[in-house]
């Protein structure tokens, strides 16, 4: 489903309602809802950054996968402001963090752990170099204006690859000695496939 108001786009997908669903249907709803919440609230920390910034939103697209912001295509920011815009949803993810310790006497203590866990997880998977997640992107604009854009392509694809490798590891120790935990191993299974399928690309 598309919605078009003037040069603007949201995008609709039947997959984000099933994977919505299936997060509601195969897990705790209250852990899922704030879960969705914080993700969500996560993508409007990089909209409220960008448009901070001055940058014009194109589309906004809602899949299987998450969302993702298109901007237009004539805009670029300088370096510092693309870091911002980077990072703004880690930004809030911490926020929220906070506040869940600081309102814990306020909400059930189920609800501020749940929170307060699940803004950890996705601030802290954010920051892994990994492309295409938020340092990875803030990376390539610190990067950027000093390489050329072969030297940068080599340079970010080689860290995106050893810290998947370490992933890699983690998800394997995690699975063996801890439990098993569908969430990881599809998190990990989505960086691959986006990573090779960089790769391909490139090619």
Not at 119 to 127: F, I, M, Q, W
Not at 186 to 199: D, E, S
């Amino acid at each position: 489903m598309t919605l078009r108001f003037h040069a603007f786009s949201l995008r609709i997908s039947f997959s984000f309602f099933a994977v919505l669903s299936l997060m509601l249907l195969l897990g705790d709803k209250q852990t899922a809802l704030v879960c969705f919440l914080s993700a969500m609230l996560h993508e409007c920390g990089h909209l409220l950054c960008l448009r901070l910034c001055g940058a014009k939103i194109s589309a906004l697209s809602f899949g299987a996968t998450g969302v993702v912001i298109e901007r237009a295509d004539a805009f670029l920011m300088p370096a510092a402001q693309e870091i911002l815009c980077a990072l703004g949803g880690v930004g809030v993810n911490a926020l929220l963090c906070l506040l869940s310790l600081l309102l814990r006497v306020h909400l059930a203590e189920k609800t501020a752990w749940t929170l307060f866990f699940a803004n950890a997880v996705l601030g802290a998977l954010n920051l892994l170099p990994v492309y295409p997640l938020d340092l990875w992107r803030a990376l390539h604009a610190a990067l950027e204006p000093h390489m050329a854009p072969e030297r940068l392509n080599l340079v970010l694809k080689s860290v995106s690859l050893c810290f998947l490798a370490v992933l890699a590891v983690f998800c394997a120790f995690f699975q063996r000695y801890i439990g098993r935990n569908v969430s990881l191993l599809a998190v990990f299974g989505y960086l691959l496939i986006m990573n090779l399928k960089r790769r391909t690309m490139d090619v």
